[in-house]
């Protein structure tokens, strides 16, 4: 059964071009570890909600713009396995400073309940 880490991230708007390079720049690493997919939405229909939404999930500020993304996995083990790897890997520190306030991003790890596809 695969395994899903999903994240929303809080991104200035002005970062748009260095998020999507530094995820271009990361995707290889993954993808090294076991990674099948990596997918990086930038959100340009976001509405606000009656109690929450996800630019309120994230205190997204005046001039940021939300990201939804996931990474999948082949199961939970090659994930935890690969986190072990990532955070001692020096292709993941040459990465350099995010380009977003990684304290509001939130995350967690999923196990799929359906896939359908066309």
């Not at 076991?34 to 930038?42: D, I, K, N, T, Y």
């Not at 082949?74 to 935890?80: F, G, H, M, V, Y």
């Amino acid at each position: 059964m695969s395994y899903v880490d999903g994240f929303v991230i809080p991104v200035p708007e002005e970062n748009k071009d260095a998020y999507r390079e530094m995820a271009a720049r990361a995707w290889p690493i993954f993808k090294g570890f076991g990674a099948l997919q990596l997918v990086e939405c930038w959100g340009v229909d976001i509405p606000d909600g009656k109690l929450t939404d996800f630019k309120r999930a994230v205190a997204a500020q005046a001039g940021e713009q939300t990201v939804f993304s996931w990474i999948v996995w082949p199961s939970k083990e090659i994930r935890d396995a690969a986190h072990k790897k990532m955070y001692d890997d020096e292709r993941m520190k040459s990465l350099g400073d995010m380009p977003f306030d990684g304290k509001r991003m939130i995350f967690g790890g999923f196990e799929p309940l359906l896939d359908e596809r066309a």
